[in-house]
């Protein structure tokens, strides 16, 4: 599967949009591009995924450039409980679908 | 909808005890389900891999006979810590996934298991 590179950390503020970049450059075009993320000590949360295609949902937005070799989510409107450790994982559909391979994601703190 | 639990929430054992975590799906049936590790500062690793009626599939380094995965519903599985020391304290995560497919994996909220 094709690995992923996020930025380590990001600020944000209360009630503006975060906007999360991942870099996938070595995607292949049967793997599809999906974001979880962690709340401290709580298991990872499913956010959105897709494949080519911009996605939206109620809790984010997903862009993915023409070329599929990065993306974006974004948070509409961060909220303090929108702090958590954010991973974009790229997974291939073959037989070894849902192996997720957990990169370190970027940690991003919303400040009020 | 996707809802997966895990129990316990956190678990204090002896060492050279065992410990069993179970995870539930509780609103769908999952093929499979997935068992993760998470030492502090550290990400996820996946453990094993475990579908339903059939023997798990571990991931090297990992030891099958340490980690005993049992996956005997459609709604449970159970990871077994046998023998526990200190070192396998960590945070153990597992997750489930609808069948077959594309389909998404969604997980619970962890047990974080300590050994004195």
């Known amino acids: 599967d094709a690995k992923t590179t996020q930025p380590p950390s990001m600020d944000c503020a209360e009630g503006r949009a975060a906007n999360l970049p991942c870099n996938h450059s070595?995607?292949?075009?049967?793997?599809?591009v999906y974001w979880y993320r962690q709340i401290h000590s709580q298991g990872p949360q499913y956010i959105i995924h897709?494949?080519?295609n911009n996605e939206t949902n109620e809790m984010a937005s997903l862009i993915i450039t023409e070329d599929r070799k990065s993306s974006t989510l974004i948070l509409p409107h961060a909220t303090l409980r929108d702090t958590a450790v954010y991973y974009c994982i790229v997974i291939r559909a073959t037989d070894s679908w849902g192996k997720l391979q957990f990169g370190a994601g970027t940690q991003v703190v919303v400040t009020p | 909808g996707a809802v997966v639990s895990q129990h316990p929430s956190r678990v204090i054992c002896k060492s050279g005890t065992s410990v069993k975590i179970e995870c539930r799906s509780l609103d769908f049936q999952a093929t499979t389900m997935f068992w993760y590790r998470q030492f502090p500062k550290q990400s996820l690793m996946l453990m094993a891999t475990s579908n339903e009626g059939s023997k798990a599939t571990y991931e090297q380094g990992v030891e099958k006979d340490k980690f005993l995965i049992n996956h005997a519903s459609l709604t449970l599985s159970t990871l077994t810590v046998t023998s526990a020391h200190p070192e396998d304290s960590s945070f153990y995560i597992c997750?489930?996934?609808?069948?077959?497919?594309?389909?998404?994996?969604?997980f619970g909220p962890g047990t974080r298991l300590t050994v004195l």
């Open positions: 997750s489930a996934r609808h069948g077959k497919g594309t389909d998404t994996q969604y």
């Open positions: 897709g494949l080519k």
């Open positions: 070595t995607i292949s075009g049967n793997e599809y």
